[in-house]
């Protein structure tokens, strides 16, 4: 009877576990948009594209907050965010795809006609944008698409060139088109499950040697070897009996060596035990 009642149970592990049971949406982070313009758009379309990617039902976005604080915290760079950065990034926010943009053209050009004794102002507004959706794990270009959109303007309001509302419906428009491209290719975007970081190799010496190693208060083994490391900001813990501990925030972003120097406790030292 036991062994019967055993089988049943792995049988329900395995029917969870096997193709029928449904995979959660993949989990994506939007970075800020660059520009070599100065304008609002590089905070305003990110924001329009999480909405939209939202709506889809296909993705859970990374709270912009949270990716700020990481992004400040690390000194990553919207414009340097390529391989390991990407890899370090994300899995910090516990992404499986990243989200980068540029606003490649951004502007109005004004015509004006003067004939019959009246004057015609005619505004052209254009906006270009390109977004990359990046692979966590890999670092690779998932899918790349560039979006551009015009419109004409007749008038005297026309006369001030940039228009805000006009700019602001032709970034709505284009984000729509870029999340109609993600849906047409929603099988590039799969969820990973829980995110496995990519660990850093850290060689730790002590002088003196063998000295205990403690990694975010986590006991890793002793000095003179390597230690597996989570990319990110660690206090590491170099303590001998006798010794003064040697501790520090170290941020680890690729593979590194270096050497604990521990000086003697005079305290200890001079520490006498006397018995009659």
Known sequence: MQSRFTLYCVLALLCLAGPGH???PATVAVVDFTSSARTDLVRTIPDLLIDELVNTGQFDIVEREKLD??????????SGLVGSNVAALGAMAGADYLVTGSIIDIGTRVDKVSAYGTTTYTAYHRLHIGVKFLDVKTGKVVLSTKKKAERK??????????NAPIFAEMASSLVRRVVGKVKRNSERFQPSGPA????????????????????DGVFYGNAGGEFAIEPGLH?????LSGHKPWEKKVMIRQPMSFTARLSEDVEVQRLEITTD
């Open 196 to 215: 496995q970081p990519q660990l850093v190799s850290v060689s730790i010496d002590s002088q003196p040697a063998g000295a205990d190693v403690e990694i």
């Open 235 to 239: 206090q590491i813990r170099v303590s």
């Open 153 to 162: 303007q007749i008038g005297r309001a026309s006369r001030s060139g940039y």
């Open 69 to 78: 604080a990481i992004r400040t915290e690390q000194n990553f760079q919207a």
């Open 22 to 24: 449904a995979a959660g």
